[in-house]
């Protein structure tokens, strides 16, 4: 959904670049076009053809040193998101319910209101694990430190617009620049921020935030409290860096490169989009599993989905970016429907009280962009009724029917 709607931004950046640049009809104006392409031919005669710009070479490594890699220094700052056995390390010694938070672009907003009504309610619990995907990451570490910043995601979601995310300049490998996006984190993630979650870390909660290396095709759960106690200028810019990277959609937006090093040996892998491996994330898949000996230390689950999880009718543009960006849209809402299916019968069959809250499909605000204010705004208001009416977690499995929703944005 907001994938489509950043290729039509950039299709439209395209066209409006094509006009500009069209050539006046004005006599004056062909006469000195004339010279200017007889000039041009006289200097390309003189002059050597540039050459094609190569990609930038990295440093090889292996699929096993990857494996084996760790975070020089926070030996705890990460593990993969598909084992069990480096999450069980991870585990939290604090008791209580967990937090979901997937991804879902400018629709974090949901997530946003439905926090701050949550406690309007005085009903918001303290959670002992939050977790974050893509734009579920940068609102998980306010989340985790509770309501005192629920001014703080309110600002975020309603304030900003597509400016503060991205520049529409191609770069070498992204459509889009994530300069303005990596500034925002720099400002709001500030050392005492990172005190803060470094203490309740010590009380044995846990912050993690998903991202997709990419190299290895795998997930990556990062231990964001580990991060945050180590506390000097490196661990600063690493959170910073996973921030970014949970929330970089492929070809949109740059993977970020992270430093690892594996047997004395440093190297860089390239990170993204969180969302890729985890619409967003619970548990590793196998700790749901029926032949699972490790009993997962949870018995509460709340899950907020930053999106429809029905199918919305929209018509596809016949172009490449029409038709690429509505095809990454379904694949995406797909894969979440998958993910929720997936934890509701895990948890079923754990044990585990799931409820899981999700952007009603009657919401039709139409959104006239990538960030839209007015629409964003909305979706906050509607997460904020509902965390207030307590009626926006379901521990029936949603309706995940085919049947979708007829309303177009």
């Known amino acids: 959904m907001h994938s489509l709607r950043f290729f039509a931004c950039f299709a439209i950046g395209l066209m409006a670049s094509t006009l500009l640049m069209s050539p006046p009809s004005l006599p004056w104006a062909a006469a000195h076009a004339q010279k200017f392409a007889e000039a041009k031919k006289k200097a390309e005669k003189k002059a050597p053809a540039p050459k094609e710009p190569q990609p930038e070479q990295r440093p090889l490594f292996t699929v096993e040193e990857d494996d084996t890699a760790v975070i020089p220094g926070i030996p705890d700052a990460r593990v993969w998101g598909d084992s069990e056995t480096d999450f069980v390390r991870l585990l939290p010694q604090a008791n209580g319910p967990w937090l979901a938070i997937s991804g879902g672009g400018s629709d974090g907003a949901y997530g946003g209101g439905l926090l701050a009504g949550w406690t309007e309610a005085g009903t918001r619990p303290e959670f002992a694990v939050v977790t974050g995907s893509s734009i579920g990451s940068l609102i998980a570490p306010f989340a985790f430190l509770g309501s005192r910043y629920d001014e703080h995601i309110k600002k975020n979601f309603t304030t900003i617009a597509a400016a503060d995310i991205f520049e529409d300049r191609l770069t070498r490998d992204s459509l889009f620049d994530y300069w303005p996006l990596k500034r925002l984190i720099e400002q709001q993630?500030?050392?005492?921020?990172?005190?803060?979650?470094?203490?309740?870390?010590?009380?044995?909660?846990?912050?993690?935030?998903?991202?997709?290396?990419?190299?290895?095709?795998?997930?990556?759960?990062?231990?964001?409290?580990?991060?945050?106690?180590?506390?000097?200028?490196?661990?600063?810019?690493?959170?910073?860096?996973?921030?970014?990277?949970?929330?970089?959609?492929?070809?949109?937006?740059?993977?970020?490169?992270?430093?690892?090093?594996?047997?004395?040996?440093?190297?860089?892998?390239?990170?993204?989009?969180?969302?890729?491996?985890?619409?967003?994330?619970?548990?590793?898949?196998?700790?749901?599993?029926?032949?699972?000996?490790?009993?997962?230390?949870?018995?509460?689950?709340?899950?907020?989905?930053?999106?429809?999880?029905?199918?919305?009718?929209?018509?596809?543009?016949?172009?490449?970016?029409?038709?690429?960006?509505?095809?990454?849209?379904?694949?995406?809402?797909?894969?979440?429907?998958?993910?929720?299916?997936?934890?509701?019968?895990?948890?079923?069959?754990?044990?585990?009280?799931?409820?899981?809250?999700?952007?009603?499909?009657?919401?039709?605000?139409?959104?006239?962009?990538?960030?839209?204010?007015?629409?964003?705004?909305?979706?906050?208001?509607l997460g904020v009724a509902n965390g207030k009416k307590g009626n926006a977690f379901e521990e029936a499995l949603p309706d995940l029917s085919m049947r979708g929703s007829s309303n177009a944005q």
């Open 189 to 381: 993630v500030t050392p005492k921020l990172m005190s803060e979650i470094a203490a309740e870390h010590a009380r044995g909660r846990r912050l993690f935030v998903a991202t997709t290396n990419l190299d290895a095709g795998r997930r990556v759960l990062w231990n964001m409290g580990a991060i945050a106690a180590r506390g000097d200028d490196k661990a600063l810019k690493l959170f910073r860096d996973v921030l970014l990277a949970s929330c970089a959609i492929p070809g949109f937006f740059s993977p970020v490169a992270i430093e690892v090093e594996a047997n004395g040996k440093h190297f860089e892998e390239l990170h993204n989009d969180g969302t890729l491996t985890a619409p967003f994330f619970a548990l590793p898949e196998g700790m749901f599993s029926a032949g699972n000996t490790t009993r997962p230390p949870l018995s509460q689950l709340y899950v907020i989905v930053n999106s429809r999880l029905g199918p919305e009718f929209q018509m596809a543009s016949r172009t490449i970016p029409g038709v690429l960006g509505r095809s990454i849209a379904v694949a995406l809402t797909s894969a979440l429907r998958a993910q929720v299916m997936l934890v509701y019968v895990g948890a079923q069959r754990q044990g585990i009280g799931l409820r899981v809250a999700h952007v009603d499909p009657s919401f039709n605000v139409p959104s006239r962009g990538p960030f839209d204010g007015k629409y964003m705004q909305a979706l906050y208001e």
